[in-house]
């Protein structure tokens, strides 16, 4: 597969998003976890919960109103709220923030980009810490930015993980050549359809936010799948023996999915879906 701008866009794109992950002060990520996201946040907001799991932590995720009227009122200790958006005007957002503010959170931060003055003003008020995310590609941006501040891991894991970091913006031709066949077959189809691994769950997310796939499924549904659009597969390795009876049922039902199986590490597995998933679509968010 050859090069060419967008691919050479994705790169930039990421070594911007790192630029500005290791420029910015990360939230402080104390106490109990509890990591609220829009739908445009939800992909990073999956993988700062699985960096913070996979570092010993605990971790909470829900949706802001979720979080608003049925989490944070019951919580027994401290907690930290970090909630991601890429919406300027997500009421949901200030609303979260508001409730966090009242019921005492140790800490209280909204990573996204710029929001309406109005929101500004009002998280400002309630003392909110904003991790302001760039306007271009802030999907892309906020997913590394979750990969950066994920807690240190035990033993000789942390070398390996941070390394991966390192090289982040080096992956993307990587993935190009490890996965050329699938990403052409993908681009090639008239439309698609998402199944997603919990971990693989980023790049299925962002397929959809791109607007490239028409929904996203559990990968447990494929087995139903009525073609077209084509099925798009985003699963980690480690993930695979758990879901081998779901690949083969639908195989024997005339389901071929475009299968995208990673194999890296659990937590930069969702971000490298991400970027595939950015190499079908051609579209930076």
Known sequence: MHSTPQQSRLEEAV????AWARRVDPPELKGELV??????GEPAARILCVGVLHSGGVCRLAH???ASLSLLPYREYEFTLVAFTGDPKDSRIVHLAEAASLLGARGLYVVGPPMHPGYEERLSMLGASRVEAPREAPVLSMSIASLVWTPRLLGMREGRFRGEIEALSGSTAWLRERFAGEIEEARGSSSVEA????LGLPGALYLYLS???RAVHP???LPLHRTPPTPIVFMASVEEPSYRDVIRSSTVRGVRPVVFNINTDPITAGFYSILIAAEISEVLI
């Open 195 to 198: 199944y997603s691994t919990p």
């Open 219 to 221: 990968l447990e549904m």
């Open 35 to 40: 990591v609220a996201a829009s739908p445009t």
């Open 15 to 18: 070594e911007k998003g790192l």
């Open 64 to 66: 802001p109103s979720e």
């Open 211 to 213: 607007r490239q796939s």
